[in-house]
């Protein structure tokens, strides 16, 4: 059924990745370059290959989605920027080059972060506004554009970073590790799931399953990152290692131990499989991410 995997995607993506930022006056030209800056730095572009991919599952065209795909890679390097800041978790290096912050000051990253934000909700708007006359594409977009702004917000992402920064014990219990993840990683996979469904006009009962899938991989997602904090390898994850044992952050790891926390990324990787199990080979490509996500631990 398809002919792209997900390099294909990613080049797709980063193509096209500059072409919808705003024009910026040359008075205010170092925005531009610092919003460039985090963005180009590299990165998996697992969000808007999630969207692009389902979009293209559910018969629509990735060339008419592409909007919303830069704006949901947008809003996530936004959050990489902010994240970093030293009011947040303080990081050095991301994508294997220094933060930010580290490079352009922390006012003007903060800056950039924004721009990159509403550069995101202006790219969306802006395709809408071509489709006044045709009232079943219109509504496909809003719907989507809806998706992103959910899982971005204070219902999504920014939910899960609150409640991320306020847990201090390293006894939190389990549910409330999987509201923090569900949230601050889960919500903008899973939006970007159901973003790329609703472009290509996906029926409610395929736009269930692949919610349920991307709650899953976006819960597997994030405690792999936390396995990957311990164990992994520096070079290859583009930041440092360790950060949460030194700031005593609250993960899956230092409340259930590297063990437990494998095990369930195992079981969320296998209950996603499950899912897709009933679409065969047509579901090739969530399959292998799925599997993929998960293999990037021993």
């Known amino acids: 059924m398809y002919e792209m995997g997900y390099l294909d995607y990613k080049a797709f993506i980063e193509e096209h990745l500059l072409d919808c930022l705003p024009e910026i006056d040359p008075k205010s030209i170092t925005l531009y370059e610092a919003m460039k800056y985090s963005l180009t730095a590299g990165g998996k572009r697992l969000r808007p290959i999630l969207l692009l991919a389902t979009c293209e ?30 009011a947040m978790d303080d990081d050095d290096l991301r994508r294997g080059v220094p933060t930010n912050h580290k490079v352009y ?40 554009a809806y998706e992103i702004a959910k899982g971005a917000g204070c219902r999504g ?31 903008l996979i899973r939006a970007s799931i159901r973003a790329g469904a609703h472009l290509g006009n996906a029926d409610e009962d395929t736009l269930r399953v692949f919610s349920d899938y991307g709650e899953l991989i976006g819960l597997a997602y994030q405690i792999t990152d936390d396995i990957l904090d311990v164990e992994g390898d520096e070079s290859v994850m ?14 899956y790891v ?8 494998k095990y369930r990324v195992k079981e969320l990787t296998a209950s996603a499989l499950e899912l897709m199990a009933p679409y065969y080979d047509n579901a090739e490509f969530f399959n292998k991410l799925a599997i993929d996500l998960q293999n990037r631990i021993k």
Not at 117 to 127: G, H, R, Y
Not at 158 to 169: F, I, L, N
Not at 256 to 261: A, I, P, R, T, V
């Open 238 to 251: 583009g930041k440092k290692a360790g950060h949460d044992v030194r700031t005593k952050k609250c993960t």
């Open 105 to 144: 000051g922390e006012a003007m990253a903060i800056l950039a972060g924004d721009g990159l934000l509403s550069a995101a909700f202006e790219v969306m708007n802006k395709d809408m506004l071509l489709y006044f006359d045709e009232a079943s594409c219109l509504k496909c977009r809003v719907k989507a």
């Open 57 to 86: 599952f559910c018969k629509g065209d990735i060339n008419a989605a592409l909007p919303y795909a830069l704006a949901i890679e947008y809003i996530h390097t936004y959050s990489l920027i902010h994240d970093d800041l030293p």
């Open 254 to 261: 230092t409340t259930n131990g590297l063990e437990k926390s």
């Open 157 to 187: 992402m920014v939910a899960g970073q609150v409640a991320d920064m306020e847990v201090v014990s390293k006894n939190a219990c389990g549910e409330l590790l999987d509201y923090i993840h569900v949230n601050k990683t889960g919500a």
